[in-house]
């Protein structure tokens, strides 16, 4: 497990730099099987020295680019694969370990909620672009090929803190995340009309 100060979407990728011998072990120790490992938002405390509280719902995750470095860190790309939830955390030695679950999800639906979002999205990041805080989306960009894809490619993309990212992980299910991603583009919206037009 690589306990982190962000969330990790499915269909999302996560850079990360390694330093730290503990997940320089867990590094070589997931290059050496199948490359997955899990990641989860830290609740309170640093990714760094340990002795972090951490959040029980997070992602499972696969490396996908890991670049070694002269000096024994690693620069990785992960990319997120499912929900999972963790039902028991072990021993952090060597590095931070536990027993998880699969969160089972619905398929997303491709109807009106899931238009409404991206739309919003669209909306949303364009006016921050004014701000100059994020970059906008170019309308014509493909966000996947399924309804799951596009759904938690918007959350990954929308512009909101790690612990409202946590809830949207964290949605019993696709109809509730679809909903609360509307409620926070809507307020991240309203924000930055107010500050647009008080000049």
Same mark, same amino acid.
């Given at each position: ?28 120790d ?24 951490r959040? =029980? %719902?997070?992602? *499972? ?5 890991? /670049?070694?470095r002269?000096?024994?860190r690693?620069? $990785?790309? !992960? ?22 679950? =699969? %969160?089972?999800? *619905? ?5 009106? /909620? ?7 999205? $669209?909306? !949303?990041r ?11 989306i ?9 309804p =799951? ?10 512009p ?8 949207l ?5 696709p109809?509730?995340r ?22």
């Amino acid at each position: 497990m690589f306990p982190v100060s962000t969330v990790l979407f499915p269909y999302g990728q996560l850079p990360l730099h390694v330093f730290e011998p503990r997940y320089r072990s867990l590094v070589t120790d997931c290059l050496a099987g199948d490359r997955h490992l899990g990641t989860v938002l830290i609740s309170r405390g640093s990714e760094v020295g340990g002795g972090d509280e951490r959040f =029980d %719902v997070g992602t *499972a995750a696969r490396i996908e680019e890991a /670049e070694p470095r002269a000096d024994g860190r690693w620069h $990785l790309v !992960v990319g997120g694969l499912a929900p999972i939830r963790v039902r028991r955390w072990l021993d952090d030695r060597p590095y931070p370990s536990a027993v998880v679950e =699969d %969160v089972v999800c *619905a398929p997303t639906e491709d109807g009106d /909620e899931l238009r409404l979002a991206h739309a919003e999205l $669209l909306r !949303v990041r364009a006016l921050l672009s004014e701000l100059g805080q994020v970059p906008a989306i170019p309308p014509e960009l493909s966000l996947g090929h399924s309804p =799951d894809e596009i759904a938690w490619r918007l959350c990954g993309l929308a512009p909101v803190n790690p612990f409202d990212r946590q809830r949207l992980l964290e949605a019993p299910g696709p109809e509730d995340r679809l909903r609360l991603l509307l409620e926070l583009l809507h307020a991240v919206g309203d924000d930055v009309r107010r500050i647009l037009s008080s000049g």
